[in-house]
């Protein structure tokens, strides 16, 4: 059986934003902000573990955290939800924790008001929707029902971007001076980078699982492509979570099982063909 609780890794910032917390007399304020983000990332994590999904590592970064979670795996969308859910979740329950310790000899008002008033900042930041946020998260899954799962990504990456830009013009004018807010700005900005740089990975890897998948999706994608259109271009219409039929736009013939196609297209049947030189 797989461990419950996953490694927990500390980015080099985090390490900078704590000493540099301890040695501004913020040490309450740096230990607060850390164990409520440590705990909204074990939800995630424990969640994720829970349905045996694997589970890398949670890094602790100066915005937040990240529970990195294999992502070689097709999950099913229900478990995705309640994954995402369950960090967040726990900023909901622990206001109540903070006031149960108030009965502890060193957990006093100030500290319970730092506390509330951390809590409910990471939440309301963490809900924001901007990709790798949860809030990021949430709408990226939204999307992927909409939009074919290239197309979800590229959309919820830009929209991210523009919606960062936004929250970087309204916190110059409201902290101006604030260097925590720039460093957070930074790291998500290059977190968006990097991922869009991934996607094409990304892409082959959700292709590659869905070719692989024994399990049959409910949802039924009906993809009419003409002609001539490279197989590249078909599987760039292939949904999360979904079955595919292909039909080639005026021929007559059955439909096309879009799982077998990207299985053959691995076993290296179909390489550089068009959906009509591969009937
Ligand atoms: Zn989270």
Not at 40 to 58: D, P, S, T
Not at 80 to 104: D, H, K, R, T
Not at 240 to 251: F, L
Request: glycine residues 6%.
């Amino acid at each position: 059986m797989t461990r419950l609780f996953p490694k927990i890794r500390i980015h080099p910032v985090f390490w900078l934003i704590i000493a540099a917390g301890t040695l501004t007399g913020h040490l309450w304020d740096t230990t607060i902000a850390f164990t409520i983000v440590l705990i909204h990332e074990l939800g995630h994590a424990v969640m994720a573990r829970w349905f045996e999904w694997k589970v890398i590592e949670i890094e602790l970064l100066p915005f937040g955290g990240v529970a990195k979670l294999d992502e070689q795996e097709e999950h099913p969308f229900y478990q995705e939800c309640l994954v995402l859910i369950a960090g967040p979740l726990q900023n909901v329950w622990l206001p109540l924790l903070s006031y149960a310790m108030m009965a502890l000899p060193f957990w006093g008002t100030e500290q319970h008001q730092i506390f509330l008033a951390q809590n409910s900042a990471l939440l309301l930041f963490n809900l924001l929707p901007i990709w790798p946020l949860d809030g990021g998260r949430l709408l990226h899954m939204v999307l992927e029902i909409v939009y074919p799962f290239k197309h979800a990504y590229k959309r919820a990456l830009c929209f991210s971007l523009g919606a960062l830009f936004l929250f970087g013009i309204l916190a110059v004018w409201r902290y101006p001076l604030s260097i925590n807010l720039w460093v957070i700005i930074s790291f998500i900005m290059l977190a968006i980078y990097k991922e869009w740089r991934v996607l094409p990975l990304r892409f082959i890897r959700f292709l590659l699982a869905f070719s692989g998948s024994k399990q049959k999706f409910l949802r039924l994608k009906r993809l009419a492509v003409p002609e001539e259109t490279p197989l590249a271009d078909v599987f760039a219409m292939y949904y999360k979570n979904a079955e595919h039929r292909i039909r080639i736009v005026g021929e007559n013939h059955s439909d096309i099982d879009g799982k077998v196609l990207a299985n053959e297209y691995f076993k290296g049947h179909c390489e550089g063909k068009t959906i009509s030189d591969w009937r």
